[in-house]
């Protein structure tokens, strides 16, 4: 039996590996290339100078001269750079478009001709795009750092900290999500390119809204509902991390104590001679018994004990 | 002397430099058979695959070391590519620690210009505690039970929890997330797209819940997780550079496969009926039983529309409506059986919030150096579920309540109107001036504050895009008033009037961040950032009343050859906020302003991050070094109010975190096929917290009894899930073949 399935698994995987390219090949748009307009010299000509730049953006999607979406489906490297015809000419006195020279609104107006679906329909008018970011500020097609992305650092965390740093460090606190383990990324929640959401974040309207593509537990409707939960996670979580169990942005009980200064327990000074005796204080302090704290679904869990 | 060693050490920066400036004109060719077939389209597969193995040694606490990474001592095989890209098709396949808890598979297909479509596998563990015991077990999913005859005697009294401690049964409390996704995109011409995706979330293990009695009666039991999500999204995208228009669908189904959680009271063996003070004196029921989370569904509709307008301008606009459900089965009040059934208002919750959403853009440039930006934000969550009358309550499983004293639930419903518009002004070179003007008003039910409205005013500078200088700077001021205050509401509760929910509070609250970057050479470059916020909640005379933060950092990068390169950074961070309080009973106690106190929270952080990367260090050899430290220290200092009554408080000690990674790695090129390589980590975790650490949490009976302390009768029982330092030692060796 076991010998059966690992002989299918490896006739599906020979099937797949052989039949790709005749699946490819079979829908070839037979694309002609591109027809070079007057002005332009073609992307060979640019190569006979700029060595190494065809290998660069070969390992890039740019280079699909079939997708009809691509740099190279058009005018290649003049796609981007402009006309270069002048510049075969004239190499010293006329210069083709430079990204590190241009502003960065000619640089981003250059770059959403092509990107302005999907990930990137939201980049106008988005908060890195009002604070004079460029894509280049971020992103290099042919010198990049990262495995995708074209990013010009290793990692996105590496490349975010250059401005975030605050938010960087904080994913080394003792309570963090996954994301210093590689299990998720900065664009795991943010759409750094713009969004619907508030804080560039990536999914839904609201920020409980992100945190519950993950954490759909919490996403109720509950019976008995705690306000703030249903107002904004943030109130009590530092999603960047925290050194609080939970990433609470401060320890219980003085985190609940921010609210909740009602008579008896919840206003009451939780010091040392209670520490041993209190379970206000020790281990989970108020969620002992508040367990349901983001929302209980018991008829009778108006306290969120139950 | 000193003079020629700088002339030299400029000298060798200007010609670093100068080579620098003419690599950029051109790039490196590719090399060898491998690096060609990266960098091109010639259909030639390509890959690498790491054999070797890891393993660690572990003082202290395996488990938070571990957390979210699977580093058991093993072979590997690791880091698995497969690639493969033409003219026509690619086809990208990887697997990352397979066989491990947090392995990892992809796959990624594109037929060029038509198809897309990708696949994610991704496993995430989470490893909470191999400290944790307990005397229950887990008879049927989400039903914890204890020996009778604990159960009996501790009634009786001739025992104590403490006395049956010994025979609880260590066991790992972990959770894995395994998550699968599926993208699929069809691109039907040149302006259109059709999207497909699907991820579905299994989530499977326990985590520390509390599980209480009542004051005196506290469980800790780990809560089973059995949950599977499944999202879903289909849109159809059309665009061209003018426009854009796209409708789509949105769907998400949470499945909870353990309803509720029944455990066993370790002092009684027997139900009790209702009894006032039932649930803090021990006099409770013999069980409990508690609702875990009920499934829940979202869909959404949505679409967008986008165009150029004249001014070089953009109109965008979002449309989304949508509705979350829950109607879960409703367990009865009780699990009680001397406590008389009360009534349910209707058998399943029938929850229901209705979601609109509403989002324009318009983004215009009527002059060259001149943006005008301008968004507008809707967003109404209205929760539909109709009112549950209530004919009484139960107290955790243990007090009575007649429908007198059960408040019926209240569904929030919240609206949300955000409007933002900013000038900017670029007219200097390199350089963006914005000014811009934000309104958020929200209107809410069932909260003290039904209405808030807060305006914000903001500048800022960004200068970009020069090789030398890079300066960002933000200010930004703003001011939230809340409207029709109900303290009616707080009375009802037994709240000071005075107090404020701190996240609808009046609050002034002022922000400003800077960001320089100075390269004076391309080889050398520094960086320095500065953030300062203050929060002020003028209205609250208890609760929050204010947040400060301070963040500075400092970097350096040099990178004076391709071979090396030095990344360096501290950063130091203090964070502060004061509350306030009253401890008061009912009658004089609750005005009398002398047992006022007050919490004085301080936090402060340092933040060490160095990269060093040697390449060619030896011949054939790669090395880097990384050094990450986090030190934080958190102090809560009680203050008390001048005259006051209440006794002196005995300071709580402060909280540490201390994180220490140092990380080697060494790459050594055996042939253009062939690499070896090997890592050490270390990494060292100190901590120090009153609440969950060793000092605190010395059992998992409590309280224990202490030297010189009269034994206190033993009610609380716990997991032992404690904060403990580990240090740890970790080796990975790997035979790299790359073809």
Known sequence: MRRRLVGTAFGVWLLVWLGLPAIASASDPKSKGPQLQQGYAGAEVCVTCH????????????????????????????SCHGPGEAHVQDPTSVKPRMFTKMSARDVNDTCTTCHNRGEHAMWKGSQHESRNLACTTCHSVHQPQSEKGFLKAKTQILLCAKCHVDKANKLDRSGHMPVREGKLECMSCHNVHGSKNVRLLRAGFTINETCTTCHAEKRGPTLWEHAPVRESCVTCHDPHGSSNERMLVAKAPFLCQRCHVSTRHPATIYDKTQLATSNRVFGRSCVSCHAQIHGSNHPSGNFLTR | MTRTRVVSFSSALVLTCAVTAFAQATLPKPTDGREQAISSLSGK????????GQFSSVTGDSARFQRYRDLRDGPLADNVLLNRRDETWTLRAAAVKPGYRDQRFTADYRLVGKVKAFFDWNQIPLFISSDTRTLYSEVSPGVFRLPDAMQASNQAGTTTIRDFVGSATQFDLRTRRDIGQFDFVYTANRDLDLKFNVTNTRRNGAIPYGASFGFSNDIELPAPIDQRTTDAKASLEWANRDALVSIGWDGSWFNNNVDAMIWDNPLKITDSPSYSSAYSDGRGPAQARMA?????????????????????GRLTAYLAVGASKQNEALLPHTINSLIPVVPLARPTAEAEIRNTMFNVLYVARPFRPFMVNARYRYNDLDNRTPPFEMF?????????????????????????????????FSGLPFTSIKVGYGSAISDRTFRIFEKTNENTFRVSADSTGNRYVTLRALFENSVRTGKALDEELLIDIGEQPGMRHFDIADRDRKRFTLIATVMPISTLGFNASAAVAREDYPESEFGLRDVD?????????????????????????????????RTASPGDQFTDPRRNWFTDYAGKVSNIDAVVDLAAVAPKTDVRLTINWSD????????????????????????????????????????????????????????????????????????????????????????????????????????????
């Open chain 2, 292 to 312: 875990l989370w009920p499934d829940n569904t979202m869909q959404y509709v949505h679409g967008t529309g986008s165009f150029s307008t004249p001014a070089r």
């Open chain 2, 549 to 581: 933060s301070n963040q500075y950092s400092a970097g350096v990068d040099f990178l004076p050859s391709d071979r090396v390169g030095v990344n360096l950074t501290y950063a130091w961070e203090r964070y502060g906020t004061l509350s306030a309080s």
């Open chain 2, 632 to 739: 934080v220290k958190d102090t809560y200092t009680y203050l008390l109010a001048p005259q006051t009554t209440l006794p002196a408080p005995s300071q709580l000690a402060p909280v540490l975190n201390e994180l220490f990674r140092g990380t080697v790695d060494v790459t050594h090129r055996l042939t253009n096929r062939l690499r070896l390589g090997a890592s050490y980590w270390y990494e060292d975790y100190n901590t120090e917290d009153f609440a969950l650490g060793e000092l605190t949490l010395t059992d998992i009976a409590l309280p224990a009894v202490q030297p010189g302390v009269p034994v206190v009768p033993t009610s609380t029982l716990l997991l032992g899930y404690i904060y403990r330092p580990f240090t740890a030692h970790t080796g990975i060796v790997r035979l790299t073949y790359l073809w």
């Open chain 2, 45 to 52: 597969a390509y890959g690498n695959i790491d054999f070797g």
């Open chain 1, 51 to 78: 060595e190494g730049f065809d290998a660069s953006i070969n390992r890039t999607k740019h280079a699909f001269a079939k997708d009809p979406r691509t740099p190279m489906a058009k005018e290649g490297c003049e």
């Open chain 2, 392 to 424: 009484g309550r139960v107290r955790f499983d243990g007090v009575l309540d007649d429908a007198s004293a059960a408040e019926p639930p209240e569904f929030y419903s919240v609206k949300r109107e955000n409007f933002d518009v900013d000038g900017t």
